[in-house]
Nanobody
Framework: QVQLVESGGGLVQAGGSLRLSCAASGLTFSSNNMGWFRQAPEKEREFVAARTWSDGSTYYGDSVKGRFDISRDNAKNTVYLQMNNLKPEDTAVYYC????????????????????WGQGTQVTVSS
């Protein structure tokens, strides 16, 4: 079955960096769109970043644009999220997700359209 396993979370000071990884198995990774979402306590799940399988287009949430970078290594079935200049408001559980097929600029940002999710990894940014 499809499995997504995130790693790389932790505690970092404001202004620091972290790189999250998401290893995928049980799917044709190169044919799947990959996304990152996050959820802070008592808040809704928020779109962070995504990368399409078809043309490698990348999308970012407004709050992370210019600071985060999503990349994928199809040979390793892994997607990464490089997070720079972290802020306390970036504190959340970060989830990796995947969905098949063609997407629109709207649908790729919508959590309900994703087919599979990882278990999440905690990122805590101290001030």
């Amino acid at each position: 079955q499809v499995q997504l396993v995130e790693s790389g979370g932790g505690l970092v000071q404001a202004g620091g960096s972290l790189r999250l990884s998401c290893a995928a198995s049980g799917l044709t990774f190169s044919s799947n769109n990959m996304g990152w979402f996050r959820q802070a306590p008592e808040k809704e799940r928020e779109f962070v970043a995504a990368r399409t399988w078809s043309d490698g287009s990348t999308y970012y949430g407004d709050s992370v644009k210019g600071r985060f970078d999503i990349s994928r290594d199809n040979a390793k079935n892994t997607v990464y999220l490089q997070m720079n200049n972290l802020k306390p408001e970036d504190t959340a559980v970060y989830y990796c997700a995947t969905r098949r097929g063609l997407v629109t600029t709207q649908s790729i940002r919508a959590a309900p359209t994703y087919d599979y999710w990882g278990q999440g990894t905690q990122v805590t940014v101290s001030s």
